[in-house]
């Protein structure tokens, strides 16, 4: 596996990076249950210096502030191991990555999940490399969320305006009236 070359923090220069934030890999990764389907990243700069393949796109998607840094991958990187083989990530217990779906270069679809056994597995989230920018999928319950909404608001706008039309024909005013004919006549 080629591996993305990485500059130790000690090695950096602020003095070069003109204040610039710290690099990706010393960032803190967001707390559990933070919703980030609104970030996008890309590191034009890494892809414009490597191709994106299924043998480098975990070192890609490590950069990302989606990315774990606790994570079993970042065990099997540390030995110098493939970060997605399965056959030492089956051994391991905890949060782990791995890539469900490729459609070379332009799709690689990452799952995270909890390994809790060699066979038991919990998927938690899934992310996706898109023409080198990386997304969080969102959850299906916010997805169905979204579209049962959407799709009240339209029926309640339909009637409202169903509604308009009927009192603008005078409906309204029949009703009014042969309610006012029935009261008349069960006194």
């Known amino acids: 596996m080629a591996t993305t070359p990485m500059i130790p923090p000690a090695a950096a220069n602020p003095a070069l990076d003109?204040?610039?934030?710290?690099?990706?890999?010393?960032?803190?990764?967001p707390p559990p249950g933070t919703d980030m389907t609104g970030i996008c990243f890309r590191d034009q700069l890494w892809l414009n210096t490597y191709p994106l393949d299924r043998n480098l796109v975990f070192d890609y998607f490590a950069l990302s502030p989606f990315y774990d840094y606790s994570c079993n991958n970042e065990q099997l990187r540390l030995r110098a191991t493939h970060p997605l083989d399965l056959s030492h990530l089956s051994k391991m217990t905890g949060i782990e990555y791995s890539l469900s779906e490729v459609l070379e270069p332009h799709l690689f679809v990452f799952r995270k999940?909890?390994?809790?056994?060699?066979?038991?597995?919990?998927?938690?989230l899934t992310y996706?490399?898109?023409?080198?920018s990386i997304y969080q999928a969102p959850q299906l319950c916010n997805v169905f969320a979204s579209r049962v909404g959407r799709a009240l608001y339209h029926i309640s706008k339909a009637f409202n305006t169903a509604a308009s039309k009927l009192e603008k024909i005078g409906y309204a005013h029949l009703t009014n009236r042969s309610s006012s004919f029935h009261k008349f006549f069960s006194l």
């Not at 996706?128 to 080198?132: A, E, I, P």
């Open 113 to 124: 999940q909890k390994r809790d056994g060699p066979e038991k597995v919990t998927p938690m």
């Open 18 to 29: 003109g204040g610039a934030p710290p690099p990706p890999q010393m960032v803190a990764p």
């Open 128 to 132: 996706y490399v898109l023409d080198g």
